[in-house]
């Protein structure tokens, strides 16, 4: 039986603004512009939500801007800063499923269909990303959850800002029903026009209508009106770009120098990311640790394999010899994170192991018992043996 898709669309709020406000105290709470001088033929970029306000936003001429708010902080942009962020956020979508379209440098659709068992359900799925991404990068995201990729684009704007709407099959045609008829894919002001004139305003008034009476009005763009406005969406999640690592990372509650306490979250990650691999069917070279310390200071080292892996104790061994190379000397240790990189595709799984390793046995035998009844359900004797109050780990 054909599953029902659970789609995601994430979309970071007033991205660029966003990120200088975060990173200059002073701007927090003013109407900010990223963009072009107002003195010139400048443009704007992206307007904070203090100046949404003012009736400023994208596209706008930074001088119109200025005119609506005579107290708007223009920053020249920083599209390095912006696009090294991306790259960040759209991996940490990747950690929940392979199926990642990115749609621009701050939003993305993610198809979790094929995720809930590992994850949970599509709305924890989408909590997670919001506190990770607010937890992570001091930043907010809203996200929409729907049937389609088209219901929960819709559904991330009516959450903003920092929000999250999940729209039931059952509950679609309600959803879109008040939403004006601009709120449509492919339909512009022309076409809005168009519709206006013949007594629609609405998508609820478009629900009502014959799709062959549409379909007369407007030619086969008609029809395809017609299916948008009854929630009906089939383009898929589509991802162009190849998977060129595998990573998971922890920010813990409290900063720490604890030797065991870090190994035994190496220990977590390592069985988080040899899952992921093995379910993808892949393998890796080159094995990384990331450290952030109590300054945010990021420190990165990696290590070579003589053969690619996805076991999850090699995983271990590995980044637990790069954790004991580096001298801490104390220093507390607030993330933690382990990605395998130089991937193959020579991890499929071996259904039938007549010379299997002991450690690819068992690597086998927890994701048997993980894919039916969930990643939380088993754990290695460390791990289930631990103190919960030494650690909050996530999700």
């Known amino acids: ?28 709470g003013r109407p900010v512009v990223v963009g072009g001088s107002p003195d010139g033929r400048g443009v704007v970029a992206a307007a904070s939500y203090e100046a949404r306000r003012y009736g400023i936003h994208s596209a706008m001429p930074s001088a119109e801007a200025r005119r609506r708010c005579p107290d708007v902080v223009f920053i020249t942009p920083n599209h390095e800063k912006y696009r090294s962020l991306s790259v960040q956020i759209m991996a940490l979508l990747e950690e929940y499923t392979p199926q990642v379209e990115q749609l621009s440098i701050d939003e993305a659709f993610l198809d979790v269909t094929g995720s809930l068992r590992l994850h949970g359900s599509a709305h924890r799925i989408g909590e997670q990303i919001r506190r990770r991404i607010s937890d992570t990068f001091n930043l907010t995201a809203s996200v929409g959850i729907g049937p389609n990729k088209f219901v929960a684009k819709l559904a991330s704007e009516q959450a903003k800002p920092d929000g999250l709407l999940e ?18 894919w492919g339909v512009g002001e022309s076409t809005a026009r168009k519709l206006r004139r013949l007594g629609f305003s609405t998508i609820g008034q478009i629900q009502k209508c014959p799709a062959s ?74 094995v990384t640790l990331k450290l952030r310390f109590s300054d945010f200071r990021t420190l990165t080292r990696s290590t070579t394999l003589p053969q690619p892996t996805n076991s999850d104790q090699q995983i271990y061994r590995s980044t637990c010899a790069l954790l004991e190379a580096v001298r801490l000397a104390n220093r507390k240790i607030r993330l933690l994170g382990i ?39 088993v754990r290695r004797a460390r791990l289930a043996d631990e103190d919960p109050t030494d650690s909050q780990p996530e999700d």
Request: glycine residues 6%; contains cysteine.
């Open 213 to 286: 009476e549409l379909v007369a009005q407007l030619g086969t763009h008609g029809q395809t009106i017609a299916k948008l406005a009854r929630g009906q969406d089939d383009s898929v999640v589509r991802t162009d770009r190849e998977r060129k690592s595998v990573s998971h990372e922890q920010t813990f509650p409290e900063d720490t120098a604890d030797a065991r306490f870090l190994r035994t979250r190496l220990l977590e990650l390592s069985e988080q990311v040899g899952h992921r691999l093995r379910t993808h069917q892949l393998k890796g070279e080159t």
């Open 1 to 28: 039986m054909c599953r029902k898709r659970q789609i995601i669309h994430m979309d970071m709020d007033a991205f660029f603004a966003a990120v200088e406000q975060r990173d200059d105290p002073s701007l927090r």
């Open 167 to 184: 729209v039931l099959p059952e509950k679609v045609l309600g959803f879109l029903a008040p939403l004006s008829v601009e709120a449509l």
């Open 339 to 377: 990605a395998v990189s130089n991937l193959d595709r020579s991890g499929q799984p071996q259904l039938l192991s007549i010379a299997g390793s002991d450690e690819s046995d068992v690597d086998r035998a927890l994701d048997a018992v993980r894919e039916r009844f969930g990643i939380d359900s």
